[in-house]
Structures are given as C-alpha cells and as structure tokens.
C-alpha cells in the first residue's frame, strides 16, 4: 500500500456509514496500521447528509480530516452529487446503482453496485447495506484479509446479530467480480 | 494481533475518569459530548459506580458537587449550551473547594449554534463564565490517547487542589476515533483528596495550615457536622460578613492556583528548538497545526507548535521563554481569537502576532495555515 489513504462514506443518516467506517478502522486497528476514523452530519437522527472518514496510514496520522479522498462510496444521490467534486486525482467512488452517474465523471473510475437492492433482496434487511458495502469495498479495493474484515464487523454489531451481517459481508464481496477487482486494486498499488 | 483498541476520544473521557476513580457522573446529554453520558451509562454500574440522567444541566454540576461533597469522585459532561447553565454552580464548586472534572465538548456557537460542529469558542467563558474572582484550571486534549491520560491529570489536580477542574474538549477530538495502546493501570499516578477526620487541631472544616493553601476535606454526611456554603465563610463552613476573612479566602482560592502553576501548567513544543515562528494552538487544532509545521520544515522554514496542554492558567512563562528566538507567532484556534488576547498579553509588543480563527463550524486544514504562513511571509510579517 502507497502511504496514507483517505476513504470517505456518504449517505443519509440511519444507514449506516459511520459504522462503515468506523469497522475499516477497527480493521486498521487490528493489523497494527495508524488510523484515525471521524464524521460530520446535520442534528437530524435520520434523514439528511451523513459523511464518515476513514484515514489508513502506515505513518502517524495528526489531520483528522480528509479533505480529497482516494476512495469514495455514496449511497445517495445527494451525497454523490455533492461528494464526487473533491476526490483526489485518480480517486475511485463506489455508488449505488440506483444512482445516476454526475456529469463529468470518467466512468472508467466508478463502479456501480446494487448494495442497498442486495441488502434488501438477498440479505433480506435493509439495514444491512452498509455492512455489504463493507464487503464490496473489501473485495474491490483489497485492503484487508477476510478474518480480520469479519473480527472488524463483529466489534461493532449487537451479538445475535452475527450470521446475518456475515451473510451481509459475503453477499457484498459477491458483487465485485475478479476483473472488477483487478482493475480497482491496480488502482491503489 | 496489535494490542491497540479503537476508540472515540468521548470514550476515552470516560475510561480514563474510571482509572482515575470516576464512580459518579450526573448528566443531560448534549452533542458533541452525548457519547460521555452514554458510556459512562453502560461503565459506571460495572465499577460499582453510579450514573443519574438529569432534568437538565444545573442539576447536573449540582448532584456532582454533592457526589463529591459525600466522598465520591464525580464528573459531568456537556456542550457550549449546557456549560452556559452550568456557571453558577461551578463557581459555588470553586468558593465551597469541592473537588470535580467538568468536561466541555465545544461546539460551534453562540447559543445552540451548529450542534454538529465543532469550535473553541468557550476558551474565555471556561475561565470567566462564572462570576466574581476565582480559580481556575483547565485542560485540553489533541488526541484520544491523550483524552485518556489527561482527563486523569484533570481528576488529580481537582483532588490535590480541591476545586473543580475544566476539562476543555472540542468535536475534532470527542468525536474522532484512534487506535491507542492504554497505559497500564499500574504505570497510572492516582491521587486522592487530603481527607481529615475531626482529630487533632485541625477541628474546622476549612482550616489551612500556616504556608499551605488546600484545607483537608471532612467526610460530609458522617461523623462531625459541618457547613458548606456559597457565601464567604470563616474555617467553620458558616458564612460571615467579614470582610477581612472574606478577602483573606478569595486570595487564598486564587493563590492556590497561581501559587502552583509549576505543578499545573504543562505544554507541549514540537520542533520549536530553533524555531523562528511559533504557532501556537490547542486542542483538536494542533492536528492541523502538525501537518502545517511538518510542511513548513519539509520546505526549510523554521516553524515550530507550542501548544498548551493547560490552558487555564495560560502558561505565559514558557512562551516568554521562546520569545528571544522567535521573530513573530501565530495564533490558530477554532474561534474568533480567545487564547489570541493571552497570547498578546504574554508577549506585550515585544513581537508579532498574526491570527488564524474560524467560526463557522468547519475544520482549519493544514493548507489554510500554509496559505496564512506564505501570506505573512508576502506581507514582510506585520510588525
């Protein structure tokens, strides 16, 4: 891995993506790599924009703030309007399918994936999209093993809850297939 | 396996207290700081402590006083609007010595202002909200490991110097989450308050040794009865119109942290040994503060971070200290220059001092200092 990354998760408050973030720090955490994981969102409980950072380093991290992010996964029209504008050059988003893809994005640096539809269809809980994001993000930017990925989850997710947020995680790596991966990791090295 | 654990800086207000003997904490949770109720919800109970929500923030400070007045270490914890509440009683905290940590996650104001975002815009209000002439100490973290470690130095001070101790938070740092590696308990200084127990000379509750400046605490709801007031009040707790006595205990409450300031003050200093501008800055800032210097030195200016740890009392003496080196300062905070005018009072006219502040619920980057730094360079410095 180069340096520092920056990864950013948006979307609306209630689903999730804080959480989603704050498990690629426990993820972090767990390998023994700096990490500093931080949020911003309106008063509202839910509704409104909802934006979590996530900052992987080898080296201290002292800014707390990501400011161009290498990565960015938007679950919200909104968010992905307003969010795609400040990725660093080069930087990849992950946006819903539901989504329409901004004006002057290059296509080739996006990947369209059916997260909140698998959560709601193949999972059968919709409050389970974040943690299939978590899976997808996993498997197409290849940052950490699986058994960390899971020991990450299971730190932040109420017990009883175990089987159903694995199925989440797995359903979400299923949707990143090996030559989407290749190209998306190839991006980060 | 790395032995660090993930944890928010709000969470680690709350472990740290544990270590340091918290087992009362009487709140009304407010944003930024809701996470320090809610934690201390869930930890309190399994210590054997105790944890009450409130009706709202004045009976909050007021069931910590009497928590600690009967003999527990306790805390509350708020925001701008609930520390604006919180005033009279701290100041009875202070005039009665009844030890306590108050923690203050600012955020943007005035009044409710922007709930979410975070500020420094209560750096004067920590030291002058409440009224009349008073002690006051206060500290502040940048990191969620030093959350931890300080808010335990915040309980010490509070126990050694009997008045309650301000422990100024901002968003950045209650909400940001870090992998840290605690210290070990036992590598941990703890100290408890100097108790008497109604033997010997010292019969008052308020009596102070010749040459010293914190009287022993009674135990209060047992043994002996005594008198805790707002008022001014003699060594017996009761009040008096006096006005020898009452002027001899506002010097005395004073003194005992100006007197001490060697023991309370802390800063810290990076790069600064030969540095020819000094940022100075506090709490979650210096994180920007940081990169901006690393920057800085990575292109050949001599830029160094001095940053109080505490931060009331301001240390002036060790930024004296820097000035024959120093060719000019600026002062970064999340406000609208608070720390600004004691920066200025310290260093008189003997230097520049330029200013970077913010108040409008965002976050000062790296760049922002860099662009202020190259514009004072520009300009030729302003003299």
């Not at chain 1, 703030?65 to 968010?79: G, H, I, M, N, R």
């Not at chain 1, 950490?144 to 089987?163: M, Q, S, Y």
């Not at chain 2, 009304?28 to 869930?42: D, K, L, N």
């Not at chain 2, 006219?349 to 330029?354: A, F, H, T």
């Amino acid at each position: 891995m180069k340096g520092r990354y920056e990864l950013r998760f948006a979307g609306s408050g209630g689903q999730g993506v804080i959480l989603a973030s704050v498990i690629f720090a426990e993820a972090a955490v767990i390998s023994g790599m700096k990490t500093v994981q931080s949020q911003a969102y309106g008063p509202e409980a839910r509704g409104g924009v909802s934006k979590a950072e996530t900052i992987l380093s080898r080296e201290p991290i002292w800014y707390s703030k990501v400011t161009a992010p290498d990565f960015l996964l938007a679950l919200t029209q909104e968010s992905l309007d307003s969010y795609s504008k400040t990725l660093a050059a080069g930087g990849l988003i992950m946006m819903d399918s539901s989504l329409r893809l901004p004006e002057g994005l290059d296509p080739a640096q996006v990947l369209s994936v059916p997260v909140l539809q698998t959560a709601r269809e193949v999972v059968g809980k919709a409050f389970t999209a974040n943690i299939v994001a978590v899976g997808a993000i996993n498997k197409a930017l290849g940052l950490f093993d699986g058994e960390t990925l899971l020991e990450a989850v299971k730190r932040h997710i109420p017990a009883g809850t175990e089987d159903i947020n694995r199925r989440a995680l797995d359903a979400g790596a299923e949707l990143i297939s090996p030559e989407q991966a290749a190209a998306f990791a190839r991006k980060w090295g | 396996m790395s032995k660090a654990v993930l944890m928010q800086g709000n969470e680690a207000a709350v472990e740290g207290a544990i270590a340091a003997g918290m087992r009362f904490f009487a709140g009304y949770p407010i944003t930024p700081s809701t996470e320090i109720a809610e934690q201390s919800a869930v930890r309190l109970p399994q210590v054997g402590g105790k944890f009450i929500q409130m009706e709202d923030e004045l009976a909050s400070i007021a069931a910590v006083l009497g928590a600690s007045a009967a003999g527990l270490k306790a805390m509350t914890a708020t925001s701008g609007p609930g520390f604006s509440l919180m005033q009279e009683n701290l100041g009875y905290g202070m005039m009665a010595e009844i030890p306590c940590v108050v923690v203050d996650v600012q955020r943007a104001g005035p009044s409710t202002g922007l709930a979410t975002s975070p500020a420094q815009g209560d750096y004067m209000q920590a030291r002058w909200g409440t009224h009349g002439d008073h002690p006051v100490i206060a500290l502040s973290p940048s990191s969620v490991l030093e959350t931890y470690t300080l808010i335990i130095r915040a309980f010490n001070l509070a126990e050694k110097y009997r008045t309650p101790v301000l422990f100024l938070m901002d968003e950045i740092v209650g909400h940001m989450r870090e992998g840290v590696e605690l210290p070990r308990p036992s590598d941990l200084i703890i100290n408890q308050r100097k108790m008497s127990f109604h033997d010997g000379a010292n019969k008052q509750c308020y009596y102070v040794p010749e040459g010293q400046y914190v009287p022993a605490m009674k135990p209060f709801g047992h043994g002996e009865r005594y008198n805790i007031t707002g008022n001014a009040h003699d060594e017996s707790g009761f009040p008096t119109n006096s006005s020898e006595i009452a002027g001899k205990l506002v010097t005395r409450l004073l003194d005992k942290v100006e007197k001490n300031t060697g023991d309370i003050v802390r800063v810290e200093e990076y790069a600064m040994d030969d540095a020819e501008t000094a940022i100075v800055c506090f709490g979650g800032t210096a994180r920007a503060v940081m990169d901006a210097v690393l920057e800085a030195r990575a292109a050949g200016k001599r830029v160094g971070m001095f940053r109080p740890v505490t931060v009331w009392p301001f240390p002036a003496g060790q930024l004296r200290a820097r000035l024959p080196q120093l060719k000019r300062l600026l002062m970064v905070e999340h406000n609208h220059g608070q720390m600004l005018l004691e920066v200025q009072r310290a260093v008189g006219r003997e230097k520049p001092v330029d200013f970077l502040g913010r108040v409008d619920g965002t976050v000062i980057s790296p760049r922002d200092i860099l662009d202020k730094l190259n514009e004072m360079e520009e300009n030729g410095y302003a003299q």
